[in-house]
């Protein structure tokens, strides 16, 4: 079964989804080798600006030089701020660090600042553009798979507090976001598949069909070439979808949260380190949100087995037993899930699903039922 693509590829495999905001619509171009076409799509967005791009290390390594030429090539002045890589950048220090290195080169509001990573350097440089001279457009270019179906699309930008992820940012849009799928081809594979479940969530939340298709092209996606490129557009089409109807997750949005409230209690509960990645979590979560409205009668057992085999055939983690090394006992886990969502007299915010692309809000969980679910799970 072929999901219907969202977006015809032309003859050199770039594809375009419009996000469509009143006002602030933009274009998330797609497609292998994109890097090089920076030069040429920015002078046509933006005549006469300057660029500041900012990356880590390591993407500087394989990426900056090709960006770099792209911007001489079309006479765009620019200037590099580069950051050490890790999440720990995400911080008050490492917003210091972009602002103050922005001012000093003198980006103005006229100018662009281009975003070159993942999602730490997406959501850093995006929260510091919004903050530069009360706001400043910026250019996403997301290295990462999991940037580019996710994190760089939708304007949701920020930094770490001390007390917790994503405590404080701001919704800031970018002007444009450009993915090259050829820049996937540099990460590690399990940074790949950690990337695939962001994917994956797309049709287990709201597209059966692409689910379907992903059944069949998991592989491939992960492989490289034009699956790759086909996922990467239909996940991004998914969520530019969402984020036009709810930019501001008052409502609609809190969807793309599938997988993430149990989730983030196992990546809190690893302490958010090598032992399990950001994908990972979300892939055991998903599992755990299908298994537990399977458990409430809300969907199929044969649904969340559905779910649970394809992401097992692309190699990510989906039972709480593969996460490698010690966890919090259940009341730890349930301490995790309460910091991380609202709690209404033990009633909790999850985002349940009736079948395969059919997840909806659930504002009135009970918290034993959780805890329950939770503690036979460990051992499943
Ligand atoms: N990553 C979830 C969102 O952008 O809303």
Aim: proline share 3%; with cysteine.
């Amino acid at each position: 079964m072929t999901a219907a693509p969202a977006s015809p590829a032309d003859t050199s495999g770039l594809r375009t989804v419009r996000v469509d905001l009143s006002g602030r619509a933009y274009d998330i171009a797609i497609g292998p080798g994109l890097l090089a076409s920076l030069g040429t799509r920015i002078a046509a967005l933006r005549p006469g600006a300057r660029v500041a791009i900012v990356t880590d290390r390591n993407v500087a390594d394989t990426h900056l030089a090709t960006v770099e030429q792209a911007l001489d090539g079309a006479g765009i002045a620019h200037s590099a701020i580069v950051v050490a890589p890790g999440e720990k950048t995400k911080s008050y220090a490492g917003l210091e660090q972009v602002t103050e290195g922005l001012i000093a080169a003198r980006v103005e509001r006229r100018d662009l600042v281009l975003a070159l990573g993942g999602g730490v350097v997406g959501d850093l440089t995006g929260f510091a553009a919004a903050v530069l001279r009360r706001g400043v457009d910026f250019v996403q270019a997301p290295t990462t798979l999991l940037a580019q179906v996710d994190s760089s699309v939708g304007g949701k930008t920020g930094i770490n507090s001390p007390q917790g992820k994503n405590l404080v940012g701001a919704f800031h849009q970018p002007v444009l976001v450009v993915a090259d799928t050829a820049a996937l081809d540099t990460l590690p594979a399990r940074e790949l598949r950690a990337g695939y479940a962001e994917v994956a969530k797309y049709g287990l939340l709201g597209d059966a069909a692409l689910f379907s298709w992903l059944e069949s092209k998991g592989r491939e996606v992960i492989a490289g070439g034009e699956a790759r490129g086909e996922a990467v557009a239909a996940s991004c089409a998914a969520k530019a979808a969402i984020v036009a109807r709810d930019e501001k997750e008052t409502g609609d949005r809190a969807l793309l949260n599938l997988g993430h409230t149990f989730g983030h209690a196992l990546e809190a509960g690893a302490g958010f380190s090598h032992r399990l990645l950001h994908g990972e979590a979300v892939s055991i979560g998903m599992c755990l949100a299908f298994a537990f409205s399977a458990r409430l009668g809300l969907c199929t057992g044969q649904d969340a087995v559905r779910a649970q085999r394809h992401l097992e055939s692309v190699g990510l983690p989906t039972r709480i037993a593969d996460v490698p090394g010690d966890l919090p006992d259940t009341d730890g886990l349930m301490t995790l899930i309460a910091q991380d969502k609202k709690v209404s007299r033990g009633a909790l915010t999850f985002i349940l699903t009736r079948g395969i692309g059919e997840a909806f809000i659930a504002k009135d969980v009970d918290g034993a039922q959780v805890r329950a679910f939770l503690q036979d799970m460990r051992t499943a």
